[in-house]
């Protein structure tokens, strides 16, 4: 099965934009438009915030948007607020009902 | 409201099996394929397993294949974890979660510890 690559840390200033991204393979990211988004904060469940590439579920604020190039999907942040605190999470559907998740990316709101 | 709540988490010796359930309410279960997701200590997600809407498919992660079996009762809206020989490296918060309409996992569970340790 095959790995997404995000890096471990990132971190911005209340007001200031994020982007995080999440690297996988020509034949999988670079292929279909199945990535998504999940914020998890300390000690509770994960929660998505992004569907098909840059798709806002309803209640989710629209300061967080999604998009692709290529082989590299990325979550931007925009108003960074210190709610946004979290780690974060990209997944992908790669075949049938196999699921595949990226690291983690912990956001660091300073 | 969607709601997943898992039970049968615990402390148990390596080698032992243990079930996981996932008791599902606010939404039509047997309408919807189901996941089983955990996160070891410290670590990040890991796609452990998935059940389509009426037991058509399942599908499992290659860490995970011949030792955990995932299966639904749609007749009490009950989503099951079999593991079995477990081992440390299963130590680990299992989540169940919901399938969504498009390429996603829209709703998850709390989530249930399971502790594999002598």
């Known amino acids: 099965q095959s790995a997404l690559t995000q890096p471990p840390s990132v971190s911005g200033s209340p007001g200031q934009s994020v982007t995080i991204s999440c690297t996988g393979a020509?034949?999988?990211?670079?292929?279909?438009?199945?990535v998504s988004w999940y914020q998890q904060p300390p000690g509770t469940a994960p929660k998505l915030m992004i569907y098909?590439?840059?798709n806002r579920p309803s209640g989710v604020p629209d300061r967080f948007s999604g998009s692709k190039s290529g082989n590299t999907a990325s979550l931007i942040i925009s108003g960074l607020q210190a709610e946004d605190e979290a780690d974060y999470y990209c997944?992908?559907?790669?075949?049938?009902?196999?699921?595949?998740f990226g690291g983690g990316t912990k956001l660091t709101v300073l | 409201q969607v709601q997943l709540v898992e039970s049968g988490g615990g402390v148990v010796q390596p080698g032992r099996s243990l079930r996981l359930s996932c008791a599902a309410s606010?939404?039509?279960?047997?309408?919807?394929?189901l996941h089983w997701v955990r996160q070891a200590p410290g670590k990040g997600l890991e796609w452990v397993a998935f059940?389509?809407?009426?037991?058509?498919?399942?599908y499992y992660a290659d860490s995970v294949k011949g030792r955990f079996t995932i299966s639904r009762d749609n007749s009490k809206n009950i989503l099951y974890l079999q593991i079995d020989s477990l081992r440390a490296e299963d130590t680990a918060v299992y989540y169940c979660?919901?399938?969504?309409?498009?390429?996603?996992?829209?709703?998850w569970g709390q989530g249930a510890l399971v502790t594999v340790s002598s």
């Open positions: 979660a919901r399938d969504g309409a498009h390429y996603d996992i829209d709703s």
């Open positions: 098909d590439v840059s």
């Open positions: 606010g939404f039509t279960f047997s309408l919807y394929g």
């Open positions: 997944g992908l559907k790669i075949g049938g009902s196999i699921w595949v």
């Open positions: 020509s034949s999988d990211i670079g292929t279909y438009n199945r």
């Open positions: 059940i389509c809407n009426d037991e058509c498919d399942q």
